[in-house]
């Protein structure tokens, strides 16, 4: 395993480490807001403390695996420093995925504790059958919330709820962390113990496990508090507003970087709904917005964003998907500041940022961190490209872990060795400006960007072949200014296949993956184009589903006399 030179000088920077730190400094500064109910520092660590004693209680220890699948909400945060400070490892998931998805992955991370809402508790509860699941801990959005609000709330039918059934593997949050003893901090190897296993989309078909330790998390949080905010960040002052899922890594990565490991007060939104987003930043002036090309399209489009003052915005940034220029004007207009771009993926953690201060080209990721190193190389060959050449994005840091877990055939697809040093490729094409910003071309065709998720189209694939009737299937994505890429199927069926339409089809998917993999519409072919030995030529297909978006949008022109 690679060690960064300055492994030992970090040795205490640990995932959470500069929370706490906060926390004896701030104490009685607000680090969350979570429907209008402030969480201090203090009270933050404490709860999230009483949290990890609970889990001890319950048989949790140094190394065991909890799965979090609940929304943004104060309990997230909660149980993700809890669970961290236990020496465990924590597995961030949707909220949105489906018993299928979430089976597969309790059984691939080795999963015995689950952290979710009474709203999906009926998925949980499939699993305890077909895995190795020995608890659940169940709570609900409004769980942390006064007596009063939680009333009526319930009393407006506001709050969601779901059937909870009464078994002794079932514990609630609330109760949890009443009582809980504050347990002995666990001893933990930034470098050679895991900090969580996060899921992406996997090549054959599978979501692939992403093993990541302390260091690899602390190296670009503090690269990003250090050197990309630096002395624009007003330490124990300033408001960053969370609305991307914190289990997604871009958006825990900036909560940590800019709210909890700076004494900074962060307004967390359990949903992205425009008005409220709108009303927070007017309300607590908030300077640091992070978001997709979705969300700022969505506040741009809103007809009542005039009614709203959000001119204390600041430092404004985009992740996800590459931002088209006609909103970064529009917002550079509406708010007189720049958007900058953030880009990273689940393997290696953040990568680049833009440059405060200087406005991004256009197509920019911007600029890599000072823990990550990146290689422009041709896919072929993997030899270097010339300056200002286009090709596949590689990127290694000696402070991650360089695999997936449990899948030696796709660590050996992704990770490549080049003169004794183990980089990740992107599957992102990209170019290089002489001062060193990365300029986005393309991606692979296997990646699908919808709604800045990172779909896979094998998975998807995968999904659909396991219908009865489906003998081959090819998933690619169709550009969409509007959510980025929109998933299209092209189907082969059975010869004997009657009545089995795209609407069947969908709901099949519906059943297996999370709402955002769906399919968006399904056609039918009699065949599929594959090279000699078989293998689906997607690129072709995607090529040409962009080609007839492109001619039906050329304006007929009118022939002359």
């Known amino acids: 395993?690679?060690?960064?030179?300055?492994?030992?000088?970090?040795?205490?920077?640990l995932t959470f480490s500069r929370f706490d730190q906060m926390s004896q400094k701030y104490p009685n500064q607000s680090a969350l807001v979570y429907l209008g109910e402030h969480f201090s520092f203090r009270h933050l660590k404490d709860l999230s403390e009483r949290f990890a004693g609970a889990l001890s209680a319950l048989g949790v220890a140094k190394g065991h695996r909890v799965m979090i699948y609940i929304p943004n909400c104060a309990q997230w945060v909660i149980a993700f420093l809890g669970v961290q400070k236990l020496g465990a490892v924590v597995v961030p998931v949707a909220p949105i995925y489906t018993s299928h998805e979430i089976?597969?992955?309790?059984?691939?991370?080795?999963?015995?504790?689950?952290?979710?809402?009474?709203t999906n508790f009926c998925y949980v509860k499939e699993a305890f059958a077909e895995t190795d699941l020995k608890r659940v801990i169940v709570t609900n959005v409004v769980d942390l919330l006064p007596a009063w609000k939680r009333w009526l709330g319930h009393l407006f039918d506001k709050i969601p709820t779901g059937k909870v059934d009464n078994d002794p593997r079932m514990h609630r949050f609330s109760r949890l962390i009443k009582h809980a003893p504050i347990p002995k901090a666990a001893a933990i190897d930034p470098v050679a113990d895991l900090s969580y296993i996060l899921y992406t989309g996997g090549t054959t078909g599978f979501p692939k496990g992403v093993p990541g330790n302390h260091m690899g998390m602390t190296?670009?949080?503090?690269?990003?508090?250090?050197?990309?905010?630096?002395?624009?960040?007003?330490?124990?002052q300033d408001t960053y507003i969370a609305i991307n899922p914190l289990f997604h890594i871009m958006a825990l990565g900036l909560f940590m970087a800019v709210g909890l490991n700076r004494g900074n007060t962060t307004l967390l939104m359990p949903f992205p709904q425009v008005d409220a987003i709108l009303e927070t930043i007017q309300r607590f002036k908030v300077r640091w917005l992070l978001g997709v090309p979705a969300l700022y399209r969505m506040i741009l489009e809103n007809d009542r964003q005039d009614r709203?003052?959000?001119?204390?915005?600041?430092?404004?940034?985009?992740?996800?998907?590459?931002?088209?220029?006609?909103?970064?004007?529009?917002?550079?207009?509406?708010?007189?500041?720049?958007?900058?771009?953030?880009?990273?993926?689940?393997e290696v953690g953040h990568v680049t940022y833009s440059r405060i201060g200087v406005e991004p080209s256009p197509r920019a990721i911007g600029f890599p961190l000072k823990s990550r190193q990146c290689l422009i190389v041709d896919p072929a060959t993997l030899e270097p490209?010339?300056?200002?050449?286009?090709?596949?994005?590689?990127?290694?840091?000696?402070?991650?872990?360089?695999?997936?877990?449990?899948?030696?055939?796709e660590t050996e697809k992704t990770f490549v060795e080049i003169d004794g040093t183990t980089w990740c490729r992107m599957g992102d094409f990209v170019s290089a400006l002489p001062t060193g910003e990365l300029i986005y071309m393309e991606r692979s065709a296997d990646i699908i960007k919808h709604k800045a998720f990172r779909v896979s189209a094998s998975e998807v694939e995968a999904a659909l072949q396991d219908h009865p009737t489906v003998i081959g299937a090819c998933v690619v994505g169709v550009p969409d200014p509007k959510v980025g890429?929109?998933?299209?199927?092209?189907?082969?069926?059975?010869?004997?296949?009657?009545?089995?339409?795209?609407?069947?089809?969908?709901?099949?998917?519906?059943?297996?993956?999370?709402?955002?993999?769906?399919?968006?519409?399904?056609?039918?072919?009699?065949m599929l184009p594959k090279s000699k030995v078989g293998k689906l030529l997607r690129r072709e297909v995607r090529d040409d589903e962009i080609r007839r978006i492109t001619k039906d949008k050329t304006p007929t022109q009118s022939k002359g006399k």
């Open 1 to 13: 395993m690679e060690m960064h030179a300055t492994a030992a000088t970090l040795e205490q920077e």
């Open 103 to 118: 089976i597969y992955m309790i059984n691939d991370a080795r999963v015995e504790t689950v952290i979710c809402m009474d």
């Open 219 to 236: 190296s670009y949080v503090n690269d990003v508090t250090e050197d990309v905010a630096g002395e624009y960040l007003n330490e124990g």
């Open 308 to 346: 709203y003052d959000i001119s204390s915005l600041t430092y404004c940034y985009c992740g996800g998907d590459v931002l088209p220029e006609e909103v970064k004007e529009r917002w550079h207009k509406r708010c007189g500041t720049p958007i900058y771009q953030v880009y990273g993926s689940t």
């Open 385 to 409: 490209v010339e300056q200002g050449k286009t090709g596949e994005l590689l990127v290694t840091s000696a402070d991650t872990l360089k695999s997936y877990y449990n899948k030696p055939g």
């Open 485 to 526: 890429e929109r998933i299209k199927a092209i189907v082969v069926l059975k010869e004997d296949a009657r009545g089995v339409g795209g609407t069947e089809l969908i709901r099949w998917c519906r059943d297996r993956l999370a709402a955002y993999k769906v399919p968006s519409y399904i056609e039918f072919r009699d």
